[in-house]
């Protein structure tokens, strides 16, 4: 079985660095050159993961898939926390088949894939994942994050064609922050 490992690097955020790195090194999974029948995605040494780009690694691991029949594993230490992260927030459960166990008050927005024509499934992901962290905004304001939001799927949708639309995020409560 001709196999390749893929180490994380230490840190991803979302940022010109972050998507870079991380088109570079999933690159093999687009062209798959090496004849790859396995892809092990190493975790260990990466200390920051930014949730919001986990859908680039969903989209490449299920093009892999999809299209070269490559097994795709994920590698982490069980007790780190970007690994407790992703079991919270639906990630390994979704793209490698792990389990899914998210916490009562959580932060993690999870991780899910939607077709393009689950346009209502969409709309009751962002009211469940998003909304709870707004309770205090104002209705108006809600409607209009929620429309514009529903604008980024139907652009996804429409523009880009795709075949799927993945989500994921991170709520910071101490920072009032989502990504």
């Known amino acids: 079985m001709i196999q390749k490992i893929i180490p994380i690097p230490l840190s991803v955020r979302s940022n010109y660095k972050g998507y870079s ?16 029948q396995e892809i092990i995605i190493d975790f260990c040494d990466n200390i920051c993961f930014e949730a919001n780009m986990l859908p680039i690694i969903g989209a490449y691991v299920e093009y892999g898939t999809r ?25 390994i459960k979704s793209c ?11 932060n993690a927005i999870s991780f899910q894939v939607f077709h393009p024509d689950e346009v209502k499934k969409f709309a009751m992901y962002l ?20 429309a514009y939001m529903q604008g980024l799927f139907e652009n996804a949708r429409e ?4 075949e799927k639309i993945y989500t994921c995020g991170q709520y910071f409560p101490s920072m009032r922050k989502m990504d």
């Not at 790195?21 to 790859?36: K, P, T």
């Not at 097994?71 to 992703?86: A, D």
Request: glycine share 6%; proline share 3%.
């Open 127 to 146: 009211e469940a994942q998003l909304m709870r962290y707004f309770r205090e905004m104002q209705k108006a304001a809600k409607r209009r994050l929620i």
């Open 159 to 162: 523009h880009g064609e795709c």
């Open 21 to 36: 790195d991380l088109l570079e090194i999933f690159d093999c999974y687009v062209e798959n050159e090496g004849g790859y």
């Open 67 to 91: 299209n070269y029949r490559i097994l795709s594993r994920y590698y982490n230490e069980s007790t780190s926390k970007i690994h407790q992260l992703f079991l919270r927030n639906n990630f």
């Open 96 to 106: 490698f088949g792990g389990s899914y166990k998210p916490l009562p008050n959580e």
